[in-house]
């Protein structure tokens, strides 16, 4: 559970969801969010390193801001080719 009145228990939550994302985030998509894991996942690497395991604030924001950026437009770019009116 990511939301209780514990902290500890909130931050061990959010810890294993990162680590363990195949089968904690991942597999839980429904079948309309399939076209999204990729992003998921590029999001998770850059928000937490290769590893998941990162979890320090750049000095610079502005790199990983244009990185999160380039995925989603990356990403609508690729659904858009999908969609058919």
Not at 6 to 34: H, P, T, V
Not at 54 to 73: C, L, R, V
Not at 79 to 85: F, T
Request: proline letters at 4%; aromatic letters at 12%; glycine letters at 8%.
């Amino acid at each position: 559970m990511w939301h209780s009145d514990d902290i500890g228990s909130n931050y061990r939550a959010k810890k294993f969801s990162i680590w363990d994302f195949q089968l904690r985030i991942l597999d839980n998509f429904s079948a309309n969010f399939l076209g999204l894991k990729a992003l998921a996942s590029e999001l998770r690497e850059i928000l937490f390193g290769e590893n998941g395991k990162e979890y320090g604030t750049p000095d610079e924001h502005e790199p990983e801001y244009e990185k999160i950026i380039k995925a989603f437009n990356n990403t609508i770019e690729d659904l858009r080719g999908k969609i058919h009116p």
